[in-house]
DNA sequence: TGCAACTTTGCATCAAGTGCAATATTGAGT
DNA sequence: ACTCAATATTGCACTTGATGCAAAGTTGCA
């Protein structure tokens, strides 16, 4: 029914939804424990209850699965926003919204996630490989955010140039919290990373 | 000998190096010419003369000798002059510098190879991710240059940040040199790029 | 020329990943 | 409650990437 609640979804939405976390968890543990390659699709899909081809009808790759890597599309009330040249007035300020809310679909939900992917990425190089993939293929979609924005108000460079420093912002950040010692959140980081970044292009 | 001239090294080290260069050379066209799913190790290891089992003798992995990237390292005279606070003696003007230096381990040797392997990149997300991944194995050398240097004369921020900002010139100067039609060396852009990203993170 | 060192290669193997089709499950209408 | 369409799961065969082992071949050096 139209009018159902989001979380009132059909069993088989509900069943889809928890073979994908169920997948995501089990091959994380299993990746934390033994290490990306003594992990299998065979393994990872045991532990969560389908089958090795059932696997490959949720995530295209081991890689994807281990990641947890989701479709990221940004609200539309936010992207109205944004474009016309909020959510705060100062680009700067936007921008480390729009770093934070690519920071909230890399690192996932829950407390420990965002030290998960961490961790998961520094052990393994190839997953650090994917996740730069990841940024890539939504590239385009944040970059015409921003082309919509200079088309209303310019902006400073081009779109190509603006998204190019929202993820360097992203990336920056989960290293500026690692190193930090991983408190708090990996927003918080933002502001102090774009000075730093500031610094260094002002020298 | 160690007086040896070093183009004239022994018969071994010669057939090596051209080994791997036609490894690389049929890789790109053969990829360029199909696509990358469409060609096989197999085809690969045919095209250059050697068997399948050699191919990886010579590269890791399909990707990377696509890509052609070769374990760079900076010269020795270069890191010492980098590290005294050269070569210009301003940050930004070294940091472009040593961006340029990068740009010529990734992009390679000879009049089309940034094309070339611009290209690549392009048609193949994958391969993307695998010049990402080679920057991220590089990181730790940048780093440590950065820091031999911080311990001489402060950075105006930590060594980690300048490595970060460095990786990006070298991405943003292949999209503009590409944006601006592929004229000139890629090198050429790396100012006009600093600019651009000066004025994102300062607005 | 002979031998050590190194490289190439064939082969068997494992694992990732895919297409196809049979079987199972769920949603919707009556 | 039943039926059927739509969708999903699964098994299987297969291709390809990648690896370890050891035999055979090539190169360097005395």
């Not at 009018?3 to 994380?28: C, H, N, S, W, Y």
């Not at 281990?66 to 100062?90: K, N, W």
């Not at 420093?165 to 919290?177: N, Q, S």
Request: hydrophobic letters at 45%.
């Amino acid at each position: 029914m139209s009018d159902r609640p989001a979380d009132d979804t059909g069993l088989r939405a509900r069943k889809k939804r928890a073979r994908a976390d169920a997948i995501v968890d089990a091959a994380q543990r299993l990746v934390l424990a033994h290490g990306f390659d003594a992990v299998t699709v065979e393994a990872i899909a045991d532990a969560a209850g389908i089958s090795p081809r059932t696997f490959f009808n949720y995530f295209e790759s081991k890689d994807d699965a281990v990641l947890g890597q989701a479709s990221f599309d940004l609200d539309a009330g936010f992207r109205g926003e944004f474009v016309a040249g909020g959510p705060t007035g100062r680009l700067t300020a936007d921008l480390e919204v729009l770093a934070a809310a690519l920071l909230g679909a890399v690192a996932g939900s829950g407390p420990h996630a965002p030290a998960r992917v961490l961790e998961l990425m520094q052990a393994e190089p190839r997953l650090l490989a994917c996740h730069f993939a990841w940024f890539e293929r939504h590239k385009n979609q944040i970059e015409d955010l921003f082309a919509e924005r200079h088309s209303r108000q310019p902006l400073p460079t081009d779109p190509a140039t603006c998204t190019m420093v929202v993820f360097v912002l992203v990336r920056a950040a989960l290293d500026d919290w690692d190193a930090g010692g991983r408190r708090g959140d990996v927003t918080e980081h933002l502001p102090a990373v774009l000075a730093k970044i500031a610094a260094v292009v002002n020298a």
